[in-house]
Nanobody
Framework: EVQLVESGGGLVQPGGSLTLSCAAS????????MNWVRQAPGTGLLEWVS?????????GYAESVKGRFTIFRDNAKNTLYLQMNSLKPEDTAVYYC????????RGQGTQVTVSS
């Protein structure tokens, strides 16, 4: 069974940092490009945040997070990460990892709240 378990969220002040993790199991993690997506409170929409190639050789970012967030992965540990710096209130959302090609996230997500 494919499992993706997100962690690392929390409450942080504007300008702060967090690193999210996504532990993968049930499939060959190193064969898949991966995304981070997020869902802001009060919306039903998933916003694409970032993507990384299966071997970590290429990355992409939404304009809203470019220069502040860094996606990376450790295929030996079957884990995806998102380093988030200079956080803003508008980054408040539930963050999910998702395999490229999957329609919906499979995990429960991790809540990130940016507030003073």
């Amino acid at each position: 069974e494919v499992q993706l378990v997100e962690s690392g969220g929390g409450l942080v002040q504007p300008g702060g940092s967090l690193t999210l993790s996504c532990a993968a199991s049930g499939f060959t993690f190193s064969n898949y490009a991966m995304n981070w997506v997020r869902q802001a409170p009060g919306t039903g929409l998933l916003e694409w945040v970032s993507q990384i190639n299966s071997d970590g050789s290429g990355e992409g970012y939404a304009e809203s997070v470019k220069g502040r967030f860094t996606i990376f992965r450790d295929n030996a540990k079957n884990t995806l990460y998102l380093q988030m710096n200079s956080l803003k209130p508008e980054d408040t959302a539930v963050y999910y990892c998702r395999r490229v090609g999957d329609r919906a996230p499979r995990g429960q997500g991790t809540q990130v709240t940016v507030s003073s």
